[in-house]
């Protein structure tokens, strides 16, 4: 068990629909990270956030947002979405925004689009 | 952009045996992390091992090891006394020292079976 929270952990949904992935971070990690898989395209980086501040973007598309609140826990929307958006969502986490430090993963959530 | 290539997309070993997974990358950066993930059945992403650019010795992790060649820009993970258990993809991820402010660069992975 890494620490790190997802949920909810597989979730089907209809094309055009929005829906919340929600993410609470390991204790005391202040980063937290978004990632996609999918058969096609990988691993990929969506973007991170740092004690509350976007730090970095990777290849998040605009129907996408983010966001870390307050007590660190963080949400990533997906609006409009199409039949490529199904993948597995992994949040991730690390204790400072520094690149040594380890991320640690959650378990996931699957998002299926229909 | 970094980039991050394993050119084995599957590797077969037989339990007890030893196996090396293969990763190379491609940066301008001369500071940098390196990490070696495994992803079960179970989708869950495992940190194996990393290793910091700036240090000469390869990392180790009981049976986990890397062999780190800055100038080549290679990094293998060597798994000794496979076990059934060690099947799962594998995945080479590198990262900038670059303050933090970016996220991991994976390759596509290799798929390791254990023959019993």
């Known amino acids: 068990d890494s620490g790190v929270t997802q949920t909810p952990k597989h979730l089907i949904t209809a094309t055009g629909q929005r829906v919340t992935l929600r993410c609470s971070p390991r204790?005391?990690?202040?980063?937290v990270y978004w990632y996609q898989q999918s058969l096609d395209q990988g691993l990929q980086f969506l973007i991170q956030y740092y004690n509350g501040e976007e730090r970095a973007k990777g290849n998040i598309l605009e129907r996408f947002s983010a966001q870390q609140f307050p007590d660190l826990h963080s949400e990533l929307n997906l609006s409009s979405l199409e039949l490529g958006d199904s993948a597995l969502y992994f949040c991730?986490?690390?204790?400072?925004?520094?690149?040594?430090?380890?991320?640690?993963f959650g378990e996931g959530s699957w998002l299926t689009v229909v | 952009a970094q980039t991050v290539t394993q050119s084995q997309p599957e590797m077969s070993v037989q339990e007890a045996e030893t196996v090396t997974l293969s990763c190379t990358y491609d940066?301008?950066?001369?500071?940098?992390?390196l990490f070696w993930y495994k992803q079960p059945p179970s989708r869950q992403m495992i940190l194996v091992i990393r290793?910091?650019?700036?240090?000469?010795q390869n990392a180790t992790e009981n049976r986990f090891s890397v062999n780190f060649q800055k100038a080549a820009k290679s990094f293998s993970l060597k798994i000794s006394d496979s076990q059934l258990g060690d099947a799962a993809m594998y995945f080479c991820a590198y990262r900038s020292s670059g303050g933090g402010a970016d996220g991991l660069t994976f390759g596509k992975g290799t798929h390791l079976i254990i023959q019993p």
């Open positions: 290793q910091e650019a700036y240090k000469q």
């Open positions: 204790s005391g990690d202040l980063s």
């Open positions: 940066t301008s950066e001369s500071d940098y992390y």
């Open positions: 991730a986490s690390s204790v400072v925004g520094s690149s040594g430090n380890t991320i640690y």
